[in-house]
């Protein structure tokens, strides 16, 4: 997984690299929302570019995207596509209890609080 400490800039994006680093601090079984995860990573209003960041992640960063879902827990892909299936899945095995394609209210949190 991706180590701020260790890892030197890979794109040059600033954005994009705060927004993985805020997604490598989603605790397994805890889920975030696109636009938690913006505003954590120093860019509120910008869910959209959350969900781009983690589209363009280079695979190799092994980042834990499937705990980032939609508002109000909703898994963001179509519910017959393999995205939507394997996310769920990802998340059942950390714990997270998935129903109807949304997360259960006390798995997702808030990044931005302390």
Request: with cysteine.
């Given at each position: 997984?991706?180590?701020?400490?260790?890892?030197?800039?890979?794109?040059?994006?600033?954005?994009?690299?705060?927004?993985?680093?805020?997604?490598?601090?989603?605790?397994?079984?805890?889920?975030?929302?696109?636009?938690?995860?913006?505003?954590?990573?120093?860019?509120?209003?910008?869910a959209?570019?959350?969900?781009?960041?983690?589209?363009?992640?280079?695979?190799s960063?092994?980042?834990?995207?499937?705990?980032?879902?939609?508002?109000?827990?909703?898994?963001?892909?179509?519910?017959?596509?393999?995205a939507?299936?394997?996310?769920?899945?990802?998340?059942?095995?950390?714990?997270?209890?998935?129903?109807?394609?949304?997360?259960?209210?006390?798995?997702?949190?808030?990044?931005?609080?302390?």
């Amino acid at each position: 997984m991706l180590d701020p400490a260790r890892t030197q800039s890979l794109t040059g994006n600033a954005a994009l690299e705060a927004i993985w680093y805020t997604v490598c601090a989603i605790p397994r079984g805890q889920v975030s929302t696109y636009g938690a995860v913006a505003r954590a990573a120093g860019l509120p209003g910008r869910a959209r570019q959350a969900g781009y960041a983690l589209r363009v992640a280079p695979p190799s960063l092994k980042l834990p995207w499937h705990r980032v879902v939609g508002a109000g827990g909703r898994i963001a892909f179509p519910k017959s596509s393999r995205a939507h299936a394997e996310q769920a899945r990802r998340l059942r095995a950390e714990g997270v209890a998935v129903r109807a394609g949304r997360v259960a209210a006390s798995a997702i949190t808030d990044l931005a609080e302390p």
